[in-house]
């Protein structure tokens, strides 16, 4: 198996063409024709993540989040980015992200929210022709703010939500965007949405227009599920390929939260 068959599957799924313009999705490290014999997936290319590989024997790492992201100066050990980069070249690992490419299908992050919370009749929320940010859709049954707070908390196993005033009346349109959405809030109201499901929400946002409140579920807790779907994606296209989940994936979220 080639580095290039791998990719090939990814981009079928998540195409680089419709990636965001800041954005710097596809394989950073490595080349297409390389062999891979194993593949491990996460959500960020962490020097934890690499090591992780190496252990498992894979020479492939895949995640959501590109390890490189801006342009980097120095390589230098210590930094978090150098270290990564530092044990995947050693190693002989490459590394592939799948980032805005994940998210603007609707069968990727904001679609996978939509689907965890039942919603019906999805949509994307801002269509490019067939791509997009973001979903939109209609609850299962009406909800007040209240009700979907308890509700959007169960659905993705949360301790913690941010939030602004909860609608004291029933609604059903709710808007999401995996990620750091707040600049799709517009968006969302565009679209009819009583709510709208993010993360990374700043405080000024917090102050929502009458009718509409908005959520702050956690950046990796909004996303973690598209570690699943590209694993899914690899399995489905190779069935007998050697294709794995990180083990620790459960505890890669940096933030932590203290009560």
Request: proline letters at 5%; glycine letters at 10%; hydrophobic letters at 40%.
């Amino acid at each position: 198996m080639r580095v290039g068959d791998i990719t090939a599957a990814l981009e079928a799924f998540a195409p680089l063409r419709i990636q965001e313009d800041w954005d710097n999705s596809g394989l950073c490290i490595g080349s297409p024709e390389d062999e891979v014999c194993g593949v491990l997936i996460g959500f960020d290319c962490t020097a934890e993540l690499l090591d992780e590989a190496v252990e498992k024997g894979c020479d492939m790492v895949i995640t959501h989040h590109p390890l490189l992201f801006k342009g980097i100066r120095q390589i230098r050990p210590g930094d978090p980015v150098s270290d990564a980069v530092i044990r995947a070249v050693r190693a002989g690992i490459s590394v592939y992200a799948a980032h805005t490419t994940a998210d603007k299908v609707i069968e990727g992050v904001s679609g996978a929210m939509a689907r965890r919370l039942g919603l019906t009749d999805i949509a994307i929320l801002e269509d490019e022709g067939g791509y997009g940010l973001g979903a939109v859709g209609n609850l299962p049954c009406p909800m007040t703010g209240s009700e979907a707070l308890a509700y959007v908390k169960e659905k993705f196993g949360l301790e913690v939500v941010r939030s602004s005033r909860p609608l004291e009346t029933p609604f059903r349109r709710v808007a999401l965007c995996g990620g750091s959405g707040g600049s799709e809030i517009p968006a969302a109201i565009r679209s009819g949405a009583d709510l709208y499901i993010s993360a990374d929400i700043s405080y000024h946002h917090f102050f929502t227009p009458k009718g509409f409140m908005v959520m702050d579920i956690g950046h990796f807790e909004s996303e973690v599920e598209i570690v699943e779907i590209l694993c899914k994606v690899i399995r489905e296209k190779f069935p007998t390929f050697a294709v794995r989940i990180s083990d620790t994936l459960g505890r890669s979220n940096p933030v932590r939260y203290y009560y």
